[in-house]
Each structure stands twice: as structure tokens, then as C-alpha cells.
């Protein structure tokens, strides 16, 4: 089945330490996002990439790095900056050559401060 | 810049009840789409239904259905037949048309009683 494949579910990060979330989709989508939620909120948008080796901020990249270098694959970040990094991270993807398509989303990283 | 709001921080609906989700939004541009999506307690997205800007007629999938507004700049999901199931926070969002980004409201929490 094709799908996102978000890893680790849970992951706790030290104080002064960079964190890396994995996303993995294997639907052949060109774009793929990342987004923050905190409890109770609505999501927001960090980082997006449209193509291979290009990715542009978003509203609240301030704390995170991104890379595309391949297709598959738009691992997220968490580096020392990000002062309040606890949150539900959500990666998602979709198609580009067609504008009603919705993005898919992966079953999120809750990451937290030890 | 887009905004959506949702007004409704939680609804109660009885079970095989209708219940309406409000939705509006924000935006200068000509050609957007409209989405939602529920998020049960385990935190994955899922994709319930979407309209374009352009569209002349309401979206439907199944139970739900898209009550848009284009003058008044809303976009109501209306679920009929209620199910325990259909408990979940629901979220409107908007895409930019450039990116597929997406702006996400606040969420509607809705509990479905027996």
C-alpha cells in the first residue's frame, strides 16, 4: 500500500541537542510539507518542498532545517535554536499537476523536552 | 495573507443527528480550494472533502457535504446520520494556489453522543 511513513511515533530530545524526524512517502508526490501542531491548535506550515534539492520556509521555520535530496524522502530538523520544540509533527504530500488534490498526511512524531 | 476561522471550539451532536461545522475564510485571491479533514484522537489527518473556488456546485462525499458560500466567504461541513465514530477534532483549510500550501483554522472538537 502506498503511503507516508513518519519515524520515530515519539522521540525526547535533551536540551542543546539537534533532533531529526524521518519522512518517507512512497506515492511518487513531487511536493511534501511539514507542519507543527500544539495542543488544541490548528496546524502550521514549517517548511515545503516542490521538487527535488529546493524547499522554501514557511510561517515558523525559525529552529528547524529541512533537505530534499531525494523524492522519497524530507526528513525534518529540530535543531538546539528551537527553544520550545515540544509539539505533534505532522509530513505530508501530494500531487502537483492536479489542484484538487489534497495532501496526505503521516501519522505524526510527538516530540517533547526531556 | 489567507485566514480561516473557525468559530466553534466544540460541538455536541446526537447520534444520527446532522450536525453543521462552520468554516470561513479569508482571501484575494480568484482561485482557491477549500478542504477538510478530521484528526481522531490518534493524531493522523484524514481527508473528508473539497471545493474548489470555481466549482458552481456544493462538494458531497458520502455523509458529508460542503455548504459553500461563496459571497459570504464560508465553507460549512454538514455530516448527516451522525456515528460514535464521527467524534474527532475537524479542521478547515484553505490552499495557496501557488504552492498547495496549507492554512489550517483553529479546529472544532465534535462529539457524537449515543
Known amino acids: 500500500d502506498g503511503g507516508i511513513t513518519q519515524s520515530p511515533k515519539y522521540l525526547f530530545r535533551k536540551e542543546g541537542q539537534n533532533v531529526t524526524l524521518s519522512c518517507e512517502q512512497n506515492l511518487n508526490h513531487d511536493a511534501m510539507y511539514w507542519y507543527r501542531q500544539d495542543p488544541g491548535q490548528g496546524l502550521r506550515l514549517i517548511y515545503y518542498s516542490q521538487i527535488v534539492n529546493d524547499f522554501q520556509k514557511g510561517d515558523i521555520a525559525e529552529g528547524y532545517s529541512v533537505s530534499r535530496e531525494k523524492k522519497e524522502s524530507f526528513p525534518l530538523t529540530v535543531t538546539s535554536a528551537q527553544k520550545n520544540p515540544t509539539a505533534f509533527y505532522l509530513c505530508a504530500s501530494r500531487v502537483t499537476e492536479s489542484s484538487n488534490q489534497p495532501q496526505h498526511f503521516g501519522d505524526g512524531t510527538r516530540l517533547s523536552i526531556l | 495573507a489567507q485566514k480561516i476561522t473557525q468559530t466553534q471550539p466544540g460541538m455536541f451532536v446526537q447520534e444520527k443527528e446532522a450536525v453543521t461545522l462552520d468554516c470561513t475564510y479569508d482571501t484575494s485571491d480568484q482561485s482557491y480550494g477549500l478542504f477538510w479533514y478530521k484528526q481522531p484522537s490518534s493524531g493522523e489527518m484524514i481527508f473528508l472533502i473539497y471545493?474548489?473556488?470555481?466549482?458552481?456546485q456544493n462538494a458531497t462525499e458520502g455523509r458529508y457535504s460542503l455548504n459553500f458560500q461563496k459571497a459570504r466567504k464560508s465553507a460549512n461541513l454538514v455530516i448527516s446520520a451522525s456515528q460514535l465514530g464521527d467524534s474527532a477534532m475537524y479542521f478547515c483549510a484553505m490552499r495557496d494556489t501557488s504552492y498547495g500550501k496549507l492554512t489550517f483554522g483553529q479546529g472544532t472538537i465534535l462529539t457524537v453522543h449515543p
Open positions: 471545493q474548489g473556488s470555481y466549482d458552481e
